[in-house]
């Protein structure tokens, strides 16, 4: 996939639908005393006790989490449709129509993507669907979605994991960490979107085993695991819900990790050098020894060299995530073929994606990647192929060094060709 981050960062960047997290194997002491646990519907509580549920709370999350709130946060409920007109509008305002157009044509040619699905439409049905909670670092604004009205088990856990990252943005600058603007570090988003949701899981997890009794416990995951929420997530493309799912799935267990080895400390030590591939999570020992991705640069020219009329649409990097996951998503799916998938992606060394649009609805993409070894170039060769004979249009993998694998796909054999010949080789 090239992860949906790329055209879907605002939401992404903060939104987290709740599920029930592992919790680590021990949680620092806290001085604050359980939550308040409301039994009736938010419009039944006044604002005064709302506001005293939620002053609590923070003040839990600071005792836990060990970073001051610098500034203070005034939360708002959202119900389903505040949330649907949210994601409505955060989507048409960061996601131009041509370049959610050009992502459409990409996943269809990659195989991941039926022609008939909108993108737009599958991601507000799942934000809306799936999210119980965000905060929005540009504009420092906190939502807590009540779809019934009430403050549940649900509604507090997530206000814990939404502070958190109000707190997270306060001490290390989200925008700046998330990459703000940039549509073209897919993968590195996706990195830093698992530093920054993974902190506020394992916070999650500490703060339900600190503060919620047994009964609130069951109340939170009866909540998390809604079958109408579930068999929603089920139906939405695996193009989209794996990227979705990534932050909270990989980035719980990378900073986990970090926290098992040392505590908070050493989980605010990754802001000091924040992930820059999903590899880095995928393996944290890549991370520990600063193995960086290999840079992998397109001619500038390449529209041009195809002739009359063609564009650049996008280039992007897809990491070992996004080519591991397109091998899944492509070739049929059992337990063998997985293994073989993440097998071929784990010796990524770097890549870069780009998408040129034609005349006459012609298209033309290339995928250039680095591999650690030749060993590891032949593993992913073998696996492309495969993926590449099950897709749409007219495809070819190509070896043009010991470690370089190239992944072409056009329309038709003119565009294939042109392709290969602006970047220098053998179509």
């Not at 529209?303 to 397109?326: K, P, S, Y």
């Not at 249009?393 to 565009?415: F, K, M, Q, W």
């Amino acid at each position: 996939m090239l992860v949906v981050v790329g055209l879907v960062a605002a939401l992404v960047v903060s939104g987290c639908g709740v599920s029930a997290s592992p919790s680590p194997s021990a949680s620092p002491p806290s001085s604050a005393g359980p939550s308040p646990s409301p039994s009736g519907p938010a419009a039944s509580l006044s604002p005064a006790e709302l506001d005293a549920i939620y002053a609590q709370i923070e003040e839990q999350v600071i005792a836990l989490r060990g970073l001051e709130a610098r500034k203070d946060i005034d939360p708002t409920i959202l119900d389903q449709e505040g949330l649907t007109d949210y994601a409505k509008r955060t989507f048409a305002k960061d996601n131009p129509p041509e370049y959610i157009a050009a992502y459409e044509r990409f996943y269809e040619a990659m195989g991941q993507l039926d022609p008939v699905v909108d993108l737009e439409d599958e991601f507000i049905k799942m934000l809306s669907s799936q999210v119980l909670g965000l905060y929005d670092p540009d504009d420092e604004e906190l939502f807590v979605v009540a779809r019934s009205g009430g403050v549940g088990a649900a509604q507090r856990a997530t206000y814990a994991h939404e502070f958190d990252h109000a707190i997270q943005d306060q001490h290390f600058d989200s925008s700046a960490l998330l990459l703000s603007g940039a549509l073209d570090q897919g993968d590195r988003l996706l990195a830093r979107l698992a530093l920054v949701e993974g902190d506020a899981y394992v916070l999650m997890a500490q703060w339900v085993q600190e503060f919620f009794s047994q009964a609130e416990l069951r109340e939170f995951l009866a909540e998390s695991a809604d079958p109408k929420a579930l068999a929603i997530l089920e139906q939405i493309p695996a193009v989209i819900r794996d990227g979705l799912e990534f932050p909270a799935t990989a980035g719980l267990l990378f900073v986990l990790d970090a926290y098992q080895n040392g505590g908070w400390d050493a989980v605010d030590a990754l802001y000091e050098r924040p992930p820059d591939s999903t590899e880095q999570i995928l393996h944290p020992e890549t991370y520990a020894a600063d193995e960086k991705p290999i840079a992998v640069t397109l001619p500038a020219d390449l529209a041009t060299a195809m002739g009359d009329g063609w564009t650049e649409a996008f280039q992007d990097t897809l990491g070992e995530f996004g080519l591991r996951q397109w091998l899944r998503q492509v070739i049929p799916d059992t337990e063998a073929t997985a293994a073989a998938a993440d097998v071929a992606a784990a010796g990524w060394g770097g890549d870069r994606v780009v998408f040129l649009q034609g005349p006459s609805d012609a298209y033309a993409a290339a995928l250039v990647t680095e591999w650690d070894s030749a060993g590891d170039a032949d593993d992913f060769a073998t696996q492309a192929t495969l993926a590449s004979a099950k897709l749409p249009g007219h495809t070819s993998v190509l070896r043009p060094s010991e470690t370089r694998v190239v992944v072409l796909l056009a329309s038709d054999t003119a565009a294939l060709g042109g392709i290969a010949g602006g970047l220098g080789v053998a179509g």
